[in-house]
């Protein structure tokens, strides 16, 4: 199961002086299972691609694929394509609203005409793959803390149990705690369920520790799509943009720089652990081996 953007676009104000791409020409497929990073400045049409994925926004040219369907036919059933393309918006729990948290939770996969026990069933089981205290799932969802309604509403999202899960900035607002706690969160499903996450974020620090595929726009167009490694490569191209790389990424050339041999392709701090332990053991060998006269 895939989604496929063809030769995608989408104009504002067309037909208007003030028409422009907010997207051109996009030529993309997003298979089940991977974690994918969308980058791009503010502007650089981010969020209309995600909300084309679920059918909140049609295209204006080219087609986008949902098991092989136009999502734009006249026949095709967007309620189903919502429940398998789930979207958290940014600072998702200004949507939340019932009186307590699992009714809040509740309301999603109650709008897909499932039974009420199937409904409450799936509502925990998304609190608990989100981690939240059993003791607050009656409580107002105004009671809680930031980070406790971040995960109140993945989970109302969760709860409809989505195959796709695009997150808008799902850590804005957090401290790092939080940060860290909602992503490792998100990074088990879908190592353990094997949902596809489309993560959209401004911290390359974020996107590098989890993502094993990252997604560049610019001014509507795909410009890059490629392994964290290879696209961070390209900081310096990144940086005309208004993008960059993660700050491990800087360290590592600034040692390449200064003689130092290390690959310059780590992207994350593990990584570069691995690699400056790497030259060092190198190193002491050499420093051991013995002088042999001539």
Excluded: W
């Amino acid at each position: 199961m895939s989604i496929i953007l063809d030769h995608v676009s989408y104009i504002y104000e067309k037909g208007t002086p003030q028409e422009h791409y907010a997207l051109k020409d996009i030529n993309l497929v997003i298979p089940k299972g991977e974690f994918i990073g969308v980058i791009g400045h503010t502007g650089s049409g981010k969020s209309t691609m995600m909300q084309m994925l679920n059918g909140l926004i049609a295209p204006t040219e080219g087609m986008v694929l949902f098991r092989g369907q136009d999502i734009s036919d006249r026949d095709f059933d967007k309620k189903y394509l919502r429940s398998k393309v789930g979207m958290v918006f940014q600072y998702p729990e200004y949507q939340l609203f019932e009186s307590t948290v699992f009714k809040d939770v509740c309301f999603g996969p109650g709008n897909l005409g499932l039974d009420q026990k199937t409904v409450e069933l799936r509502a925990f089981s998304a609190l608990h793959q989100m981690q939240f205290p059993d003791e607050l799932f009656y409580q107002s969802p105004f009671d809680l803390s930031g980070g406790q309604k971040r995960r109140a509403a993945i989970a109302g999202v969760l709860a409809m149990d989505p195959d796709f899960l695009i997150l808008d900035e799902p850590t804005a607002g957090l401290d790092p705690k939080g940060r860290d706690e909602i992503l490792e969160l998100i990074a088990g499903l879908q190592k353990e369920q094997g949902k596809t996450i489309l993560l959209v974020s401004h911290s390359m620090d974020d996107v590098a520790n989890y993502v094993n595929r990252i997604l560049v726009l610019n001014e509507g167009k795909l410009v890059l799509d490629a392994q964290p490694a290879e696209a961070f490569s390209y900081y310096k191209e990144l940086e005309k943009i208004g993008l960059a790389a993660p700050q491990v990424t800087y360290i590592m050339n600034e040692l390449q720089e200064k003689g130092i041999p290390v690959r310059a392709g780590a992207t994350t701090l593990r990584e570069a652990k691995q690699e400056i332990l790497r030259v060092f053991s190198d190193n002491r060998a050499k420093e051991r081996e013995p002088i042999h006269d001539t």
